[in-house]
């Protein structure tokens, strides 16, 4: 290779590089100037379910709408998110399902994180079936009712046992306690993730076969599929859900909580004096509002932006309390 | 003793054995001795609880409770400052990349993509990555490509940058190279979702994070082809330009590296591909991007995420074809430019440099825009997906009814469940003595030794039961990609009209996101372990393939000649000749297979697969770090044990 060759790559790369770095000054220069408004960036945490996508959404547009924050919403799923908030990374997460172990890590230990009781949304795990069953068995209504009959139930996977179709891995669940406790005769069949385990049971669904779930309220899709409920033993001082935590067996056998929900800050985001703080602190709804939502978003495939517009829009008395009004 | 010792007298030995002391037929006894074990003895004697580490578990947790108030102290250590740094550098890098797409304007980042490519690898290469520009921007979806691309070109160059001097090292020295052979090992069976953790404490969440996890798993390829590379260089080059005085850094620069360069552009173009690999599971912490547009499609809108899925095949296809297009032109071993051509070149780097440029400047002084946010074919694309997924996910279609349905139903009953049921109740000895004894048979001393060193690890960490369980679907899964592998690499190998449809074919199945295709078949075969298994088929028989074409295709032309000329007609040629000959390929075959169905494990554990897969992805989810870790090393341990009972006595190999 000629010694002019390589000065000549070398001037090219140089010019290149020069550009770049013009360019990426131009941008930062106009970035900069961008963000001019009193409240500025604020992170929300989407999680993957419908649910969350409409909080996170209804929250950015009233947040950009009547305070001009800039609104950054990241989807980091749900135990790293603690510690995303813990370094200031996130700032607000609207809806967690009390992750108990993280409380006392982040939020009584550490003090990374600031915990707001209830956010209006009334969170319940269940067992559910849908409701055509009852027509024939209108004893299901009960656990009770469930013992005996356990191979209505049955799948090529579970043999003679009926099939019961357990949660997503990271959700709160005590179920292969519970049947062991109440000496069903089912087999905990893991589905899986959340998309796999609503895939199992629409399938079934559609067919009009029997099928019993993990599931709970709140969740758009409860409303298209007509699910009802099975009632489990009367919850108990000192009765748990998290079997994850192990200890006596005993402490499990009732049914799950009906747990309000509640809404975690960065604790640098609480302590910043943002004026998005208090709107996000004040913001609260119930159940039905959050499936409408998330209805549009999920099942109509609405745009989560036009959806929140849409909620925002009918429902501005609501949001004026949220805002301090 | 040297594999390469081990392996001469063996296939000497081989062809005088009867076929009653054949290593098949031994196989096949030490199974049925196993069975009769089954049958005669007690069930469900598991791994003795007196022999776990149960504490371990614990550990495991009290470890990263303590680095996370470490990581979130008031006043953090000196060692959790410097990792804060690198990761908001790395978080600074990624924004530049991003920001400095973007301040082209969408007309400029089109136009640096496709002049480079067209520069540097020619129309075709200009045209791929034209195309893909196209579709990213027709199927709506620019920023989050032009998100995933800058996250990508972060993490290839920094993967390259310490996998390269990494592999040279590994190339040089054989006491490197024996040292970082079983890290590279761990980096690419642990799962993903095992380190993810500790990934996020240590450098937080976002772009940065996103890259550290990118790399940990693109770094093998890069350290191994490379090192391959400088090996692959021949001997006696070596020993002459160093009688010819060279230093041994003129050896590296001269000669070594010039001559391995066709592998180390292969690195390259691994690297790149393994990176996107990792695309959706970098979007799980805050990579954001096309992974992200996966995860959230799979839960409210499916037929998006089939969407991103493509996306990322395109992305990691033009990638491919540009930097094997790129290799390819620029070898100097094939050009040799006469100052005109020089002076043509230069002119066309000018020239190239000038119209990205234009580009730009035409882009910004016309609005438009930083991305491109125009006209989209997205909503006409949702609905044709959503058309095919709704047609998937009825069960009233004579498909679901008659064909995938039935199919399932018979896995399940007729081989997973018998299966499964075998090695999880069989006494967990006689499985344990089975397994090193077929190693024994198989592959010789060593490696029975590590089986059994690696089965002992699986059950003292107390992962046995959900070991066996994800075994007897590793192997089935196992059987059915061999078997097919093996179908469609003979044929490709044959006929170069399969070889051809059959690489895309490969590709796509490689680079797909198995999230967003799993999903569906849970549809269509609904029952638990089957979607599962059919994904790990669909990822590893391209590796199979891909190996026993080949290896076939390999077989030296005399022997093939020679049966010709006694009259030997295509099938005995093919039959009796280039398949015998091709054996250690097609082991290797299956050995690779192994390891790739491993790699699905936990992809298999979140759509109903259970066992050892669903344990590690609770780790990371419910926040049981110590259950993910213990988990991950089972796997690991498993798929160290099963890579040496398929290993053969062929010479050891590290294709990638």
Not at chain 2, 417 to 431: G, H, I, K, S
Not at chain 2, 547 to 570: K, M, N
Request: charged fraction near 15%; include cysteine.
């Amino acid at each position: 290779m000629s010694n002019r060759l390589r000065t000549s790559r070398v001037r090219v790369v140089a010019a290149v590089a020069g550009a770049a770095l013009v360019a990426a000054l131009a941008v930062v220069g106009t970035a900069g100037a961008r963000s001019g408004a009193s409240c500025g960036t604020v992170t929300l945490n989407e999680q993957a379910w419908a649910g969350s996508t409409a909080n996170t959404y209804v929250a950015k547009y009233v947040l950009e709408k009547f305070l001009g924050c800039k609104v950054k919403v990241t989807q980091i799923t749900e135990i790293p998110v603690f510690e995303a908030m813990a370094k200031g990374r996130v700032d607000a997460v609207l809806e967690d399902w009390n992750h108990v172990d993280q409380y006392k890590q982040y939020v009584q230990k550490q003090k990374s994180v600031v915990l707001v009781r209830s956010n209006g949304l009334i969170g319940h795990i269940g067992w559910f079936i849908p409701r055509y069953l009852l027509e024939q068995y209108p004893q299901f209504k009960t656990w009770k009712g469930l013992k005996g009959k356990e191979s209505v139930f049955k799948s090529p996977e579970s043999g003679s046992q009926g099939m019961f179709l357990g949660g997503d891995p990271s959700y709160v669940q005590k179920d292969k306690q519970l049947i062991q406790l109440l000496g069903l005769n089912f087999k905990h069949v893991t589905v899986g993730a959340e998309p796999a385990e609503v895939a199992r049971f629409t399938q079934l669904i559609k067919q009009h076969k029997p099928v019993i779930f993990y599931w709970w309220t709140p969740q758009y899709l409860n409303a298209q599929l007509d699910l009802v409920e099975v009632k489990l033993p009367a919850r108990f001082d000192g009765c748990a859900d998290d079997a994850s935590a192990g200890g006596d067996l005993a402490k499990y056998k009732c049914a799950y909580a009906a747990d309000p929900l509640n809404k975690l800050f960065s604790r640098k985001f609480a302590t910043s004096g943002s004026p998005a703080f208090p709107v996000l602190k004040r913001w609260k709804w119930s159940n039905d509002d959050q499936n409408l939502v998330a209805k549009w978003i999920a099942g109509d495939h609405m745009k989560p932006d036009k959806a929140a517009e849409k909620w925002v829009k009918a429902n501005m008395a609501k949001v004026n309390v949220w805002l301090g009004k | 003793m040297t594999a390469a010792t081990e392996y001469a007298p063996t296939a000497v030995r081989l062809e005088h054995r009867p076929w009653w002391r054949s290593r098949l037929t031994l196989s096949a006894a030490i199974v049925a001795a196993m069975v009769v074990c089954y049958l005669a003895l007690d069930r469900d004697l598991s791994w003795p609880a007196s022999l776990e580490w149960s504490a371990l578990t614990r550990h495991l947790d009290d470890f990263q409770v303590w680095l996370s108030d470490q990581s979130n102290a008031d006043h953090p250590n000196l060692i959790v400052r410097i990792l804060n740094g690198i990761s908001s550098g790395l978080d600074t890098l990624v924004g530049w990349l991003y920001d400095a797409l973007t301040g082209l304007t969408w007309v400029g980042a089109t136009a640096l993509g496709t002049l480079v490519a067209l520069r540097f690898g020619g129309l075709r290469a200009g045209t791929i990555m034209l195309g893909s520009f196209a579709v990213f921007g027709a199927m709506g979806l620019w920023e989050e490509s032009m998100q995933t691309l800058s996250l990508m070109l972060a993490a290839v160059a920094l993967s390259l940058a310490l996998g390269m001097p990494l592999g040279v090292l590994a190339g040089r020295s054989d006491r490197f190279n024996s040292f970082v052979t079983p890290v590279l090992d761990a980096m690419q069976i642990v799962p993903a979702f095992a380190y993810l953790m500790p990934v996020v404490i240590l450098f937080s969440v976002g772009p940065g994070a996103a890259v550290i996890t990118t790399m940990i798993y693109a770094i093998p390829p890069a350290v191994r082809i490379t090192a391959l590379g400088i090996r692959g260089v021949a001997a006696n080059t070596v020993e002459a330009a160093a009688a010819l005085g060279s230093t041994r850094r003129q050896l590296l620069t001269k000669v070594q590296l010039p001559l391995a360069r066709r592998m180390l552009l292969l690195s390259v173009n691994q690297t790149i591909l393994f990176a996107l690999s990792m695309v959706v599971i970098a979007g799980l912490i805050g990579g954001s991007g096309l992974g992200d547009a996966v995860t959230n499609g799979l839960y409210s809108n499916p037929a998006l995420a089939v969407l991103a899925g493509a996306a990322i095949v395109v992305m990691a296809i033009a990638l491919d074809r540009v930097t094997e297009a790129i290799a390819n032109r620029t070898d100097p071993a094939q050009q040799h430019l006469d100052p005109t051509g020089r002076r043509w070149a230069r002119l066309a780097t000018l020239a190239a440099t000038a119209g990205v440029g234009l580009a730009a400047g035409l882009g910004r002084a016309l609005g438009a825009g930083d991305l491109y946010t125009r006209w989209t074919a997205q909503d006409w694309l949702l609905a044709r997906v959503q058309s095919a997924l709704d047609y998937i996910q009825d069960p009233a279609t004579f498909l679901f009814r008659n064909v995938t349905n039935p199919i399932g139903n018979f896995l399940v009953q007729h081989m997973l469940q018998p299966l499964d049921t075998f090695l999880v109740e069989t006494p967990w000895f006689v499985t344990f003595a089975g397994l090193v004894a077929i190693a024994f048979v198989l592959s010789g001393l060593r490696p029975a030794l590590t089986t059994a060193a690696m089965l002992a690890v699986v059950g003292v960490v107390g992962e046995w039961q959900p070991a066996m369980d994800t075994f007897s679907q590793v192997l089935v899964a196992t059987g059915i990609a061999v078997a097919l592998g093996l179908a469609l690499g003979v044929l490709a190998a044959e006929s170069r009209a399969v070889s051809r449809v059959l690489r895309p074919v490969n590709d796509v199945l490689q680079t797909l996101p198995q999230l967003v295709y799993v999903i569906p078949f849970i549809y269509l075969f609904p029952v638990s372990f089957v979607p599962g298994l059919v994904a790990s088929v669909l990822y590893a028989f391209p590796v199979v393939a891909r190996l026993v074409e080949r290896g076939v295709r390999d077989v030296a032309p005399h022997s093939v000649e020679a049966a010709a000329a006694f009259g030997a007609t295509r099938s005995q040629v093919l039959l009796r000749v280039k398949i015998p000959l091709a054996r250690d390929a097609i082991m290797l075959g299956i050995n690779q297979g192994l390891i790739m169905v491993l790699a699905v494990v936990v992809i298999a554990g979140l759509v109903g697969s259970g066992a050892l897969g669903y344990e590690v992805a609770q780790g990371l989810q419910r926040n049981e770090f110590g259950l993910g870790v213990v988990a991950s090393l089972a796997i690991l341990a498993l798929g160290i044990a099963l890579d040496r009972v398929t290993q053969g006595n062929r010479k050891r190999r590290r294709d990638v």
